[in-house]
């Protein structure tokens, strides 16, 4: 061998163990992930033998040793974790986690972002075949494979590669789990469709969704600009929340406890809290270095540490939060508690924390199924969806006054077995919005009429279920039982109900709040269904997906088997065709089932529909541009 073909060959060896050695190390630290799928041979790659080396991967570092390595020892919190949807919130995407069968669906919606899409399946395998078309409108399939998947519980959405770093690409559709069907990813928020583009954005995986959705994220930025992402677990698991767990794992299994995890039930409320807080907030990075820190050198929070010494805590918004400084939008909940009275006042042994009302882990004695107690993670005496279940736990546990039943009414001038006797119905009313739905505010805030007003407009807790009265009998009652002042009211405040007043001329956010709580039932009972109709009928013709959306799911629960076929995606022709067969059905009906003579909700003495009226107030409606992306 000649001198020159020695150090070659010399070199050629040297690039071999260093890659060998590199793999090594790759392997030895691969979190969850599966060695089998690095293909060495990278010849006839498959489209899905090359997702693994560009996306995303699972590698347990700086401590942290995944949810499998606490399981032997810690069977029960295993087990009920594994049941959450903290757990399944990101995951590798494979036909078995998929929600929605992949095969051979076929996507075209009237206003996607893109052409035809058609979904494919073969085993584990999931992909999506694009079709496209060049500038001379000749079409091609462009084939991508799915790898990695978000959410479980109300909406599942899906990634693939961009094929430069570990860079993921968002897939234009979603699966809505509620509804059962696919959606255009638009329609998923509050927004006006074809004026935002989120579809194929690409990188925002990396930098934005993996800081609340995994555990341990990692972004690697590269000085390419790409993106060499690590996790240590997709998902949120244990170390999520109690902090990375090898010294802790290593010293129990030498017999010596003394290295703790961290464990929120022993920390202050605040310190507690701000473990949900990392996700469940609305906050910034406090300078661009703590952000370069995070996004090339993975520095973030952990738990047990002071969550302001990482990030700064937003509470004033116009995107997340009403103009009083109320949040508006759904995962802000650690700001709602900020903000919240009983949170605010000094004295820690009497603060409320996410832990007063939820609980992380089922409890043995639980009764519930785990699907039920997954749903919201509420302690039992705290769970509000739970029916039959008629308590005020969540707040008499601090306020014990209530307990007194005679003290109860008093307070609350509903019968003790009323839902307006409910503390929570009163004081965490269901006007913030995400998920395509209304959700209690986790501010603890009491019913007054000034906040429904310009320019704050959230709807009160009372009219939510009394949404067939004006806000001028709300104001009158809240003066009568409670003492406060009856604020300057207008002409249509004095003698419109709210739910047309909100349903009609009110922005997207409050049409949106008003198609959900017009379907709760406490609502329903309250207010009657019955002038509802003409109102929900006009909603399906409303320029936001998400307004429609809900509505027809109100419209539904309250007609039944009379119920219209409708898709809010089709058409307009074909969503105007539904209103308008809504609206003659409800005119044509048995009188019996109409009220008469209620000028508030626009019904003549003969219970037909005031129309004018009804036009008149939709002519009004505020059409500012409302984009509420949770
Ligand atoms: C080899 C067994 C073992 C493993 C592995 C293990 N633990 Fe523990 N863990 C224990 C024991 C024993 C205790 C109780 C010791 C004590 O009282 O501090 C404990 C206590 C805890 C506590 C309560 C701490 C406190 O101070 O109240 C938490 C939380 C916890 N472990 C979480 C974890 C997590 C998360 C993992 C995995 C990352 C894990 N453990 C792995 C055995 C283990
Ligand atoms: C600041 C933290 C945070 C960031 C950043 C974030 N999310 Fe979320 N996300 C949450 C929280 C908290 C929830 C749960 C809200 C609830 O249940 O009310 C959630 C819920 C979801 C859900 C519903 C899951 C389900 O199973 O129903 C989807 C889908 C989702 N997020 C997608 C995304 C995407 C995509 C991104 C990036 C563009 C992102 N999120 C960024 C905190 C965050
Ligand atoms: C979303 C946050 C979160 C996740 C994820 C989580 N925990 Fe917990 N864990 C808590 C909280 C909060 C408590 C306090 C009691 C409760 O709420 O159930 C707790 C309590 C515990 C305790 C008991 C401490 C005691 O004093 O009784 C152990 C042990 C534990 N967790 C282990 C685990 C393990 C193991 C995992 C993963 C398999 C896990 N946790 C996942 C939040 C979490
Ligand atoms: C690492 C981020 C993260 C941490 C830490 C975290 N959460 Fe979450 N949480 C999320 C996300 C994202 C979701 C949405 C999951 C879903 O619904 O699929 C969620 C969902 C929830 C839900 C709704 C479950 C459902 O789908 O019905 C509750 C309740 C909740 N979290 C409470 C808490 C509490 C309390 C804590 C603190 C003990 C906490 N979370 C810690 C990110 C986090
Ligand atoms: C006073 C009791 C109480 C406190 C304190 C509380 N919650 Fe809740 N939370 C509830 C109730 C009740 C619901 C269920 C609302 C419903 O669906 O009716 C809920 C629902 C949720 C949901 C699910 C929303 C959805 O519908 O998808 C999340 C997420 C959540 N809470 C997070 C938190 C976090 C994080 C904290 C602390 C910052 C917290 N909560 C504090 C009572 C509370
Ligand atoms: C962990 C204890 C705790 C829980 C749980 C709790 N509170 Fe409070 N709350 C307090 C404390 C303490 C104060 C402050 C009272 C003071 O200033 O002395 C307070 C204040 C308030 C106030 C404002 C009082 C005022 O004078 O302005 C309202 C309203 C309120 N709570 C309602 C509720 C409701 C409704 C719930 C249940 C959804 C609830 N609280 C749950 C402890 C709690
Ligand atoms: C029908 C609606 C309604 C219900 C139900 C209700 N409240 Fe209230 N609550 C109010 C209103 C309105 C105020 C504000 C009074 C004012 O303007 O000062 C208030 C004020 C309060 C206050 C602060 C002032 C005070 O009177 O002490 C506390 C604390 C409180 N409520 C706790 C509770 C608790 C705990 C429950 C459940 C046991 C409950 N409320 C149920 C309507 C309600
Ligand atoms: C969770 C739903 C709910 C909330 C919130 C609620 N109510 Fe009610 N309210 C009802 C129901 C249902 C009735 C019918 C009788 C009953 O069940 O007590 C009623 C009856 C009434 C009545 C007597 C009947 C009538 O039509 O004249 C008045 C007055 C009243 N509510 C005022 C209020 C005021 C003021 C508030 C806010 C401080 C409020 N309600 C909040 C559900 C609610």
């Given at each position: 061998?000649?001198?020159?073909?020695?150090?070659?060959?010399?070199?050629?060896?040297?690039?071999?163990?260093?890659?060998?050695?590199?793999?090594?190390?790759?392997?030895?630290?691969?979190?969850?992930?599966?060695?089998?799928?690095?293909?060495?041979?990278?010849?006839?790659?498959?489209?899905?033998?090359?997702?693994?080396?560009?996306?995303?991967?699972?590698?347990?570092?700086?401590?942290?040793?995944?949810?499998?390595?606490?399981?032997?020892c810690h069977q029960d919190n295993f087990a009920s974790w594994h049941d959450s949807y903290h757990r399944t919130m990101t995951q590798v995407a494979?036909?078995?986690?998929?929600?929605?069968?992949?095969?051979?669906?076929?996507?075209?919606?009237?206003?996607?972002?893109?052409?035809?899409?058609?979904?494919?399946?073969?085993?584990?395998?999931?992909?999506?075949?694009?079709?496209?078309?060049?500038?001379?409108?000749?079409?091609?399939?462009?084939?991508?494979?799915?790898?990695?998947?978000?959410?479980?519980?109300?909406?599942?959405?899906?990634?693939?590669?961009?094929?430069?770093?570990?860079?993921?690409?968002?897939?234009?559709?979603?699966?809505?789990?509620?509804?059962?069907?696919?959606?255009?990813?638009?329609?998923?928020?509050?927004?006006?469709?074809?004026?935002?583009?989120?579809?194929?954005?690409?990188?925002?995986?990396?930098?934005?969704?993996?800081?609340?959705?995994?555990?341990?994220?990692?972004?690697?930025?590269?000085?390419?600009?790409?993106?060499?992402?690590?996790?240590?677990?997709?998902?949120?698991?244990?170390?999520?929340?109690?902090?990375?767990?090898?010294?802790?794992?290593?010293?129990?299994?030498?017999?010596?406890?003394?290295?703790?995890?961290?464990?929120?039930?022993?920390?202050?409320?605040?310190?507690?809290?701000?473990?949900?807080?990392?996700?469940?907030?609305?906050?910034?990075?406090?300078?661009?270095?703590?952000?370069?820190?995070?996004?090339?050198?993975?520095?973030?929070?952990?738990?047990?540490?002071?969550?302001?010494?990482?990030?700064?805590?937003?509470?004033?918004?116009?995107?997340?939060?009403?103009?009083?400084?109320?949040?508006?939008?759904?995962?802000?909940?650690?700001?709602?508690?900020?903000?919240?009275?009983?949170?605010?006042?000094?004295?820690?042994?009497?603060?409320?924390?996410?832990?007063?009302?939820?609980?992380?882990?089922?409890?043995?004695?639980?009764?519930?199924?785990?699907?039920?107690?997954?749903?919201?993670?509420?302690?039992?005496?705290?769970?509000?969806?739970?029916p039959g279940l008629h308590n005020n736990e969540a707040c008499i546990q601090c306020h014990t006054e209530y307990t007194d039943e005679e003290k109860?009414?008093?307070?609350?001038?509903?019968?003790?077995?009323?839902?307006?006797?409910?503390?929570?119905?009163?004081?965490?009313?269901?006007?913030?919005?995400?998920?395509?739905?209304?959700?209690?505010?986790?501010?603890?805030?009491?019913?007054?009429?000034?906040?429904?007003?310009?320019?704050?407009?959230?709807?009160?807790?009372?009219?939510?279920?009394?949404?067939?009265?004006?806000?001028?009998?709300?104001?009158?009652?809240?003066?009568?039982?409670?003492?406060?002042?009856?604020?300057?009211?207008?002409?249509?405040?004095?003698?419109?109900?709210?739910?047309?007043?909100?349903?009609?001329?009110?922005?997207?956010?409050?049409?949106?709040?008003?198609?959900?709580?017009?379907?709760?039932?406490?609502?329903?009972?309250a207010a009657g269904t019955s002038w509802m109709i003409p109102l929900l009928a006009q909603l399906l013709v409303d320029p936001y997906d998400a307004?429609?959306?809900?509505?027809?799911?109100?419209?539904?629960?309250?007609?039944?088997?009379?119920?219209?076929?409708?898709?809010?995606?089709?058409?307009?022709?074909?969503?105007?065709?539904?209103?308008?067969?809504?609206?003659?059905?409800?005119?044509?009906?048995?009188?019996?089932?109409?009220?008469?003579?209620?000028?508030?909700?626009?019904?003549?003495?003969?219970?037909?529909?005031?129309?004018?009226?009804?036009?008149?107030?939709?002519?009004?409606?505020?059409?500012?541009?409302?984009?509420?992306?949770?």
């Open positions: 061998m000649t001198a020159k073909k020695r150090t070659v060959a010399l070199g050629l060896s040297l690039i071999c163990m260093a890659l060998i050695v590199g793999l090594f190390f790759l392997l030895r630290n691969l979190g969850t992930e599966s060695p089998a799928f690095f293909s060495a041979t990278e010849s006839p790659v498959a489209v899905w033998e090359k997702p693994i080396l560009n996306r995303p991967i699972s590698v347990h570092d700086a401590g942290y040793i995944g949810a499998d390595a606490c399981r032997e494979t036909s078995a986690a998929a929600v929605p069968s992949f095969k051979d669906v076929v996507l075209d919606f009237a206003n996607s972002s893109v052409g035809k899409v058609t979904l494919r399946q073969e085993g584990e395998k999931l992909w999506a075949d694009f079709e496209e078309h060049d500038s001379l409108g000749r079409s091609k399939i462009v084939r991508q494979p799915i790898v990695m998947m978000t959410g479980s519980h109300h909406a599942q959405g899906y990634w693939y590669p961009s094929g430069e770093g570990r860079d993921l690409k968002r897939f234009p559709f979603m699966y809505r789990i509620d509804q059962q069907r696919w959606i255009t990813d638009r329609a998923n928020f509050l927004m006006k469709p074809a004026e935002h583009a989120l579809s194929h954005t690409t990188g925002v995986w990396n930098h934005l969704c993996d800081r609340c959705h995994t555990t341990r994220p990692q972004p690697r930025l590269e000085e390419d600009g790409h993106y060499d992402t690590h996790v240590a677990e997709f998902g949120i698991a244990c170390e999520s929340c109690h902090g990375p767990g090898a010294a802790h794992a290593e010293s129990v299994a030498k017999g010596d406890p003394t290295i703790g995890m961290v464990n929120p039930l022993a920390l202050s409320p605040r310190r507690s809290a701000e473990i949900c807080g990392q996700c469940h907030a609305e906050m910034a990075f406090r300078t661009k270095s703590d952000y370069f820190n995070w996004v090339h050198n993975g520095d973030y929070y952990q738990p047990g540490e002071s969550l302001e010494d990482h990030l700064k805590i937003k509470d004033v918004d116009a995107h997340a939060f009403w103009q009083d400084g109320m949040v508006r939008i759904s995962g802000r909940e650690f700001n709602g508690l900020l903000k919240s009275p009983c949170f605010a006042h000094n004295d820690p042994s009497r603060q409320m924390t996410c832990l007063s009302c939820h609980v992380m882990h089922q409890p043995v004695d639980d009764p519930r199924s785990r699907k039920e107690w997954a749903n919201d993670q509420l302690k039992l005496v705290m769970d509000s969806n739970r109860l009414t008093a307070h609350t001038h509903h019968a003790p077995t009323s839902t307006g006797s409910i503390c929570y119905n009163c004081h965490m009313p269901n006007s913030t919005w995400g998920l395509m739905k209304a959700m209690r505010s986790h501010t603890i805030s009491s019913p007054n009429v000034k906040e429904s007003l310009p320019p704050i407009g959230r709807p009160n807790a009372c009219n939510l279920c009394h949404l067939d009265k004006t806000l001028l009998w709300t104001a009158e009652k809240l003066h009568q039982q409670y003492d406060q002042p009856i604020p300057p009211l207008d002409e249509e405040q004095r003698n419109t109900a709210t739910g047309l007043l909100w349903g009609l001329k009110g922005d997207a956010a409050q049409r949106a709040l008003i198609a959900w709580n017009l379907g709760w039932p406490p609502a329903k009972e307004v429609r959306s809900r509505s027809f799911l109100t419209l539904r629960a309250i007609l039944g088997s009379d119920a219209p076929d409708y898709d809010f995606l089709a058409p307009e022709s074909d969503r105007e065709a539904v209103r308008a067969e809504v609206l003659h059905n409800w005119d044509t009906q048995a009188d019996s089932r109409k009220s008469r003579g209620m000028p508030e909700l626009f019904l003549k003495p003969d219970g037909q529909l005031d129309q004018e009226k009804f036009d008149r107030l939709l002519r009004w409606r505020d059409d500012r541009e409302v984009f509420l992306s949770e």
